[in-house]
């Protein structure tokens, strides 16, 4: 089940990444920061990173996903998926 999450920037948005094309592994969340704005969403540890700002994330490397995020300074918008 797929869902969206917006966090109000800027960074840090306090989460971490696993994964990515490069990896042969889906973009997944490995971490979540206590007090975060990320933990203050509804994202949760484990949860597959669909799209990034509305980009898709399927041929994305783990830097590639990185700089998006890191190039969202205003607003990040994530798709994730349980």
């Given amino acids: 089940m797929a869902y969206n999450v917006t966090l109000n920037g800027p960074g840090p948005w306090g989460f971490r990444l696993q994964g990515g094309k ?4 889906p973009l997944t969340i490995s971490r979540i920061t206590p007090g975060s704005k990320a933990a203050q969403s509804q994202m949760n540890q484990g949860d ?4 990034i700002d509305g980009v898709n994330t399927d041929s994305m490397t783990h830097l590639e996903a990185q700089n998006k995020i890191k ?12």
Avoid: E, G, H
């Avoid at 597959?48 to 799209?51: D, G, Q, T």
């Avoid at 190039?71 to 349980?82: D, G, H, M, P």
């Fill in 22 to 25: 490069d990896f042969n592994m």
């Fill in 48 to 51: 597959l990173v669909v799209a």
């Fill in 71 to 82: 190039s969202a300074s205003y607003n990040l918008s994530l798709t994730l998926q349980k």
